[in-house]
């Protein structure tokens, strides 16, 4: 059984930074390319950054993009998204995702349970 | 960015309806739209991928239908367990977006 486990999440002010993990199990990690995906409170999804299952491939939405920074560490099966600058428009609950090929251009077809990201002073 | 549509935004049915949901994309994106669920309170899950293909073990009271710029999705026989936002989400062109959600409630 896939499994995604987020941890990182908390509270914390306008410019700081806070990293991410997802741990996998269940699945070969290595095979997949995986993606963060955000919603904030009471509203709908956000596609945030999705990295390839080698790291070849990076991408990020644009309203992330130059402060977030996402990682794999596939001899961990561990995902990560680094999270600078943070702004109060970050606050939401984060996804971590599994696609469903080695690409980044494929469906999602696992979702962790999220972690609460809360950016406020 | 491409821009992905919903309708309706809400709907009530009652059991054993037929409820249909449109998706529309700004651009064409060929078949490269998916469909999630998402219960309250919990991770949305992937019900139909390339546009018309069930996910495994999804019941196939749903189906997916479409490709260019207009997509449909059919729960055919509408259960309590149902009760959900549905959304569709498209991989043809970054950023991969998502449309706005359409709530599902039962009568």
């Known amino acids: 059984e896939v499994q995604l486990v987020e941890s990182g999440g908390g509270l914390v002010q306008p410019g700081r930074s806070l990293r991410l993990s997802c741990a996998a199990s269940?699945?070969?990690?290595?095979?997949?390319?995986m993606h963060w995906v955000r919603q904030a409170p009471g509203k709908g999804l956000e596609w945030v950054s999705g990295i390839s299952w080698n790291s070849g491939t990076i991408v990020y939405a644009d309203s992330v993009k130059g402060r977030f920074t996402i990682s794999r560490d596939n001899a961990k099966n561990s995902l990560y998204l680094q999270m600078n600058s943070l702004r109060t428009e970050d606050t939401a609950l984060y996804y971590c995702?599994?696609?469903?090929?080695?690409?980044?251009?494929?469906?999602?077809?696992?979702w962790g349970q999220g972690t609460l990201v809360t950016v406020s002073s | 960015d491409i821009q992905m549509t919903q309708s309706p935004s809400s709907l009530s049915a009652s059991v054993g309806d037929r409820v249909t949901i449109t998706c529309q994309a700004s651009q064409g994106i060929s078949n490269y739209l998916n469909w999630y669920q998402q219960k309250p309170g919990k991770a949305p899950k992937l019900l139909i991928y390339d546009a018309s293909n069930l996910e495994t073990r999804v019941p196939s009271r749903f189906s997916g239908s479409g490709s260019g710029t207009d997509f449909t999705f059919t729960i055919f026989s509408l259960q309590p367990e149902d009760v959900a936002t549905y959304y569709c989400q498209q991989y043809d062109d970054l950023p991969f977006t998502f449309g706005p959600g359409t709530k599902v409630d039962i009568e």
């Open positions: 995702t599994k696609a469903a090929s080695t690409s980044c251009f494929s469906a999602v077809d696992n």
């Open positions: 269940g699945f070969t990690f290595d095979d997949y390319a």
